[in-house]
């Protein structure tokens, strides 16, 4: 009797800013016994770290970058007093290290992107990959929107922080990665910006969570939600909240691939 052909396993990895470098501790995690997913999908920031390793980068690569505070320049900016500023050092990290195009990459790949003109979410899979991230990591108010085509689009984890959809079908095991869990942050002096970020975390988990669900397994590495999404001086803690979260469901993951 003919086995049954394995499927390749998917990761879909959530935006979340600074707190999505524990994507690079989660597949580091995977790497380490075998299991490096086959298929990406991500949004924002986990559209950034989802490029690269689509790209052929593995996590060391990644760490490396990290490291070297090349990802700590990302969303750097000051409060614009006129327009909005724009995400240029992605697009010069990309054009440096990325193919121009998804047809390029050496795994599939898709991005979840909010489209302002519509309302809608949208996956982008095909065509320029330049395009696609920088738009699904471009966070209202902070970032211009980016054109595609004849429409304006924004963050990704607007619409659709955990875009599982692209992998049900092709994939077994999907590995979800939301690195926005809700916690009860501890009773503090609230300012403008933090009222701001809470309000922004707080619809952006209200939109991951049925495609939670969708899951088969789901890593949410504790503590994050108490820094903000600009807190890339907290990198090892971050990475190291990944990896040791990926290593809780190992158990558990390994009895799926069997």
């Given at each position: 009797?003919?086995?049954?052909?394995?499927?390749?396993?998917?990761?879909?990895?959530?935006?979340?800013?600074?707190?999505?470098?524990?994507?690079?501790?989660?597949?580091q995690?995977?790497?380490?016994?075998?299991?490096?997913?086959?298929?990406?999908?991500?949004?924002?920031?986990?559209?950034i770290?989802?490029?690269?390793?689509?790209?052929?980068?593995?996590?060391?690569?990644?760490?490396?970058?990290?490291?070297?505070?090349?990802?700590?320049?990302l969303?750097s900016?000051?409060?614009?007093?006129?327009?909005?500023?724009?995400?240029?050092?992605?697009?010069?990290?990309?054009?440096?290290?990325?193919?121009?195009?998804?047809?390029?990459?050496?795994?599939?790949?898709?991005?979840?992107?909010?489209n302002?003109?519509?309302?809608?979410?949208?996956?982008?899979?095909?065509?320029?990959?330049?395009?696609a991230?920088?738009?699904?990591?471009?966070?209202?108010?902070?970032?211009?929107?980016?054109k595609?085509?004849?429409?304006?689009?924004?963050?990704?984890?607007?619409?659709?922080?955990?875009?599982?959809?692209?992998?049900?079908?092709?994939?077994f095991?999907?590995?979800?990665?939301?690195?926005?869990?809700?916690?009860?942050?501890?009773?503090?002096?609230?300012t403008?910006?933090?009222?701001?970020?809470?309000?922004?975390?707080?619809i952006?988990?209200?939109?991951?969570?049925?495609?939670?669900?969708?899951?088969?397994?789901?890593?949410?590495?504790?503590?994050?939600?108490?820094?903000?999404?600009?807190?890339?001086?907290?990198?090892?803690?971050?990475?190291?909240?990944?990896?040791?979260?990926?290593?809780?469901?190992?158990?558990?993951l390994q009895?799926?691939?069997?």
């Open positions: 009797m003919l086995k049954k052909k394995k499927k390749p396993i998917g990761i879909c990895l959530s935006g979340g800013g600074a707190r999505g470098i524990a994507h690079v501790g989660v597949l995690a995977l790497f380490e016994r075998g299991m490096a997913p086959d298929r990406v999908a991500g949004a924002s920031m986990g559209a770290v989802g490029a690269f390793y689509a790209a052929g980068y593995d996590p060391e690569d990644l760490k490396r970058l990290v490291d070297d505070a090349s990802l700590l320049k969303f900016f000051s409060l614009p007093s006129s327009g909005l500023s724009e995400l240029s050092y992605l697009r010069k990290l990309m054009k440096r290290f990325l193919p121009e195009r998804f047809e390029e990459l050496e795994r599939p790949f898709t991005v979840s992107v909010s302002l003109n519509t309302g809608r979410a949208e996956f982008i899979s095909e065509g320029s990959l330049y395009e991230v920088e738009a699904s990591a471009s966070i209202p108010i902070l970032f211009k929107p980016v595609i085509g004849e429409y304006f689009y924004v963050d990704g984890g607007m619409l659709n922080n955990l875009p599982v959809e692209p992998l049900l079908e092709h994939c095991p999907v590995i979800g990665v939301n690195v926005n869990p809700l916690e009860v942050l501890p009773d503090d002096s609230w403008m910006l933090s009222v701001g970020e809470r309000c922004f975390d707080l952006v988990w209200q939109n991951v969570q049925e495609n939670l669900k969708k899951c088969n397994v789901v890593i949410e590495p504790p503590g994050l939600s108490e820094h903000n999404i600009f807190a890339f001086q907290k990198a090892d803690f971050f990475y190291e909240a990944g990896y040791e979260a990926a290593l809780r469901v190992m158990p558990h009895g799926l691939l069997q």
